[in-house]
């Protein structure tokens, strides 16, 4: 049972498709992830994070800018080399679904005016490799056919 589940989260009905979801979508996290977590790219950092995090309800702060700059940081690494996948790209989906509700959805559809399609887009991308995992060309595919 034990092994059964462990099977079950490495193995992919993805293709050679999902690579191309992989790649860009877990730079971009792993991009947005970093200014969340360490100020890169013209980021806050994680303190200016936290207090923003705060200010819109989201407490506590720090403990909330941990999680969502490590989904997006540490699953976007996952998601471009393509280990543990489905997990990964879970954790960033729901991210993008507390950004969503958060953030967008009082903004209406365009990035124009602050919002969700952006989001919308990526939890899509993460949605879907949720569902078929990391696809052929993965560490995980590898790591399936080794159990």
Known sequence: MKTQAIKTLFTT???????????PVGLILAA???????GWFGGYGL????QWLESIGLAPGLLMALLAGGAEFFGGLALMVGLLTR???LAA???MLVAIVSVHLGNGLFMANNGYEFALALLAAT???TL?????LSLDSLVAKRL
Do not use: C, E, N, W
């Not at 947005?32 to 360490?38: D, R």
């Not at 078929?132 to 052929?136: D, F, H, I, T």
């Open 132 to 136: 078929q995992g990391a696809g052929r």
């Open 93 to 95: 989906a729901f991210t």
């Open 47 to 50: 303190s200016g994070t936290a």
């Open 32 to 38: 947005h992830g970093a200014q969340k977590l360490f």
């Open 13 to 23: 009905t993805g293709g050679y498709g999902a690579l191309a979801l992989r790649l």
């Open 87 to 89: 997990p990964a790209a």
């Open 127 to 129: 949605v879907a490799l």
